[in-house]
């Protein structure tokens, strides 16, 4: 059984753990994805290990855009194919705290036959926590009704996890289902990542929320960098919104097999992803990572290393899986200090993200 304890909130940031049968996970935390080890295994050119990767969460991804959702329910070859798959990357996850997020279209109507479908997926693939689905044009008392159809297909020890869609346009709608959530006793809530401008209504409700419960807001589908300027580490700013976990899109360093020129590298001193031009303009040649890419390694000897286009891409993407979640335990120890405002005054790509977004001056902590 999960539970979740927050353990401060400062500046709409939550600092908490999860517990599950005797182990905590601290709060907030970078998510690994399968997509991540397969960079790994690219670089250590074979299986990767708990020291390659040190994240006690993992979330595994499936696309259902199209008709593929219908397809799964109705064609036996499509379902063994996707149940197949499932398992496989389960399996993958080792001892981690396994999660399932599908990726399915924003205007596609899951019914119950489909969400009970795909609950049936995970009872299969043996994940620990189990998704129950939402859509933008279920009511409350529609959702609320599926919750309780839902737990009854959960036994313990596995835990029922509500995902909610952020994209609704009412605000108001966002919070009915909330309060669904929270009348049926549910700790996990997994929200999809959309646009902090066009849906700031909903971060403010889930933030609130957050902050006001205990219970584990984990966010799939982020980019890597906000779109406003393509640089700023946009989980980085979204956890200010109560938000406890973050897996990224899987498609964000693709399709394809290269890194777009000029390659951007992560750098937690500042939050952004920057060129090596500017990450030598900023620090020189010290990269101040550690992770198994990056180890005894200068920004010049890291660029010599990885100099083919496919490898140059997993480096990066490996480094800011490791180099991301070291730094959220960093920002942790700044929440429990109360001075999440002080630590994202220190970070250069916050400060023009929360103007932009949130309205605020991080000089002067007042409205714009």
Known sequence: MFTFKQENNDFSAVAGKISEWGRWVPTPTRVLTPKEIEHGEKIVNGPTSLKHFPHPIYEITQDFYGITLQAFIKNPDVSFKIQSRVESLSDKGGPRITLFHPMIDAGTHVTDLMNESLIDLQLQANTDLVSIFDTRKISSSELAA??????????????????????????????????????????????????????????????????????????????RTWRGNYQTSLMHFLAYFGVSSFAVKQSRFGPGK???????RFDARCLGHITSEEHGKKYGEKLACDCFVDSGKSRSDFYTSYSGAQILRSALAVHETNCSWKEFKIFRKEILGSNGKGYAKRKDYLSPTFIKVKGIDLKTTSLV
């Open 146 to 223: 599926r919750i309780s159809k839902s737990l009854k297909m959960i036994d313990e020890p596995l835990e029922p996890m509500i995902c909610l869609r952020m994209d609704v346009e009412r605000n108001a709608h966002f919070y009915q289902k909330l309060q669904v959530v929270k009348d049926a006793g549910l700790k996990v809530i997994n929200v999809n990542c959309v646009s902090p401008i066009k849906y700031y209504d909903n971060y403010l409700t889930i933030g609130k929320f957050a902050q006001e419960n205990d219970v584990w807001v984990h966010m799939s589908e982020v980019d």
């Open 258 to 264: 290269y890194v777009k020129k000029p390659a951007k």
